[in-house]
């Protein structure tokens, strides 16, 4: 489970941050794992949490806001990318992240094949349903409660199978 913490940026750092396209609740969620020094086994756990939070979110939303349920969906894929990401060791993934501070598209596009390639072409298949969310459903508002519908058992899959796959 998830707890809502609110805090206060200033008007202009948030609109530089948007600017720049970086979501600022990862962003803080990436700085305040990196500072705890976590093992990879709870950072992988956090991850998980954090997707299966962002799954019963874009949920509530599907029906009534399928631009918001577009973008939660599709980050609980990314959550699920970044555990499996660390519980498969992807190292040079992990080191380009680490050494920058944050994850971009290109890390989360290289990890995604690579975790296909361990767990099944299903996984890139997914990834792609969770992409259109992000660009088409998010960002370009171009897909309705229908098409939201449609890409939601491909997440919810990726969410439930990560969830296996990492359990001790």
């Known amino acids: 489970m998830c707890v809502v913490i609110s805090i206060k940026v200033p008007e202009t750092v ?4 948007r600017s720049l396209g970086v979501d600022i ?15 990879p086994d709870e950072e992988t756990r ?10 019963e979110k874009g949920k509530e939303f599907v029906h009534r806001d399928p631009t918001q349920a577009s973008e939660k969906l ?12 660390i519980h498969f060791k992807l190292g040079d993934i992990l080191k380009k ?25 299903w996984f890139y298949d997914a ?5 259109i969310l992000h660009v088409w459903g998010f960002h370009e508002v171009k897909l309705d409660v229908e098409a ?5 058992p491909y997440i919810e899959r990726v969410v439930k199978e990560t969830e296996q796959i990492t359990s001790p």
């Open 14 to 17: 948030a609109k530089r941050l």
């Open 25 to 39: 609740e990862s962003r803080v969620i990436d700085i305040l794992l990196k500072q705890l020094g976590l093992n």
């Open 46 to 55: 956090i991850h998980i949490e954090l997707a299966k939070d962002f799954l």
């Open 74 to 85: 599709y980050k609980a894929v990314e959550e699920c990318i970044k555990a499996l990401t």
């Open 97 to 121: 992240v680490r050494d920058r501070g944050r994850w971009t598209v290109t890390d989360l596009e290289k990890a995604s094949q690579m975790i296909s390639d361990k767990i099944g072409a």
């Open 127 to 131: 990834w792609d349903h969770a992409w």
């Open 148 to 152: 939201v519908k449609r890409r939601l």
